[in-house]
């Protein structure tokens, strides 16, 4: 007789520690890109802005690709979805190395490692937090994690890998290396103890959710967010070389940025059981202009430049780590992988505006002070868009008991508003 696994048993946290492996694998290998503009943009004799195509489509491929890959995981699970992610990330990276063109390189690094990271970022949340009641938001932020323990880990590692064997010679190791991360995360992503959603759930569930007030508010602050975020991650490293400090000093910036983003994931995930999720995700979108006025002040200051890294991490990274819960909480576990789906999208949009925008400023301006001007204005529109969250339910009927208290968010005492408010 088949054994019954039961949500939050054992096999739940080999799920969401198999997410934070493949999370912190793909990340410090996706991140690592800035480590290897330069070699880029004198081989191929680019522009800041042409190179940043690279990253930009790639970005905005792996979060529009959850708009499908969600509500499949829904009905057939996240196992198979890795599985194809093995082939594309590793193809992708591993033919990535051979390219001749520019163009060449963003068609296939974009295709490859795009839709690779894709095929499992939405549906292996969603397995973790089916798999889990009582834990899913600790299980949530050890999947998630992952993402800032890429940066914080393998950057280095990475930078170090470019710099001695050349980045044709790294993405070929790291595409043999992301292929054997994805099977293994594939192997050990048990399906949740729930039964399987049909796809017309998946699309009923995003239906609804497009038709709420609060889904708007959260796609827009996370495009405009999106927008300004990315252009760190492509330039900040180039910047610090410009200011004249040394290439694995400027890579640490990295580094810095993923252990804030460890912190905003872990500090803010249990002050979230106490303050409320929907407040604490304001707050990590008021921390983000105030690290780019860090950075607009900074110049060659390398104490202030790891400032605005961690400052960045922390408020990025809490939001990361919140806004799944948040989700779950506001519009329910049913079909939840096609909402999810669609919220992603709008992170993959402003990854493709913000660093091919931000590289043409740059190229243009021989300057960064445009564009990190552009990216305070615009992660403060974010905080404008999503500043009316901060106590919902507070003077209207009461909300639905989702909204209110504790159905869908785990332990008894995470909130998506504080306690008193409502």
Known sequence: MAQTHKIDSGRGWVVAFGG???????FGVFYAFATALEQMVEEFNASLSGIAAFFAVTTFLFFATGIVAGPLADRFGARRLITVGAVLMGGGLWLTAQVD????????????????????????????????????????????????????????????????????????????????????VAVTSFRPPTPPAPLSVSISAARKALQRSQFWRLYVAGFLMSVALFIPFVFLVQYAKEQGIASSTAAF????????????????????MRLGVLPLIIMCFAIQPIAYVVWLIA?????????FAALLGV????FVALSPVAMAGIFGLEGLGGVLGIQYTSAGVGALIGPIAAGAIIDATGSYTVAIVGAIFVSFAAVLSVMPMWRLGSGTPPPPPALQTRSYLSEPTVWLVSPSSG
């Open 315 to 318: 408020g990025y990274g809490g």
């Open 20 to 26: 934070c492996l493949i999370n912190t694998w793909t």
């Open 253 to 272: 910036l990295i580094t810095s940025l993923g252990l804030g983003s460890v912190l905003g994931r872990l500090g803010l995930g249990v002050l979230g």
């Open 101 to 184: 063109s520019l163009f060449a390189g963003i068609l296939i690094y974009g295709l490859g490692v795009g839709l690779g990271i894709g095929s499992y970022l939405v549906p292996l949340s969603v397995a973790t937090g089916a798999w889990f009641e009582k834990h899913r938001t600790l299980a949530l932020g050890i999947n998630t994690v992952g993402i800032g323990l890429g940066t914080l880990i393998l950057v280095p590692v990475a930078e170090w890998l470019i710099r001695t064997a050349g980045w044709r010679n790294a993405f070929e190791l790291m595409g043999i290396g992301s292929a054997i991360v994805y099977l293994l």
């Open 299 to 307: 110049g060659a200051n390398y104490p202030l430049l790891l400032l």
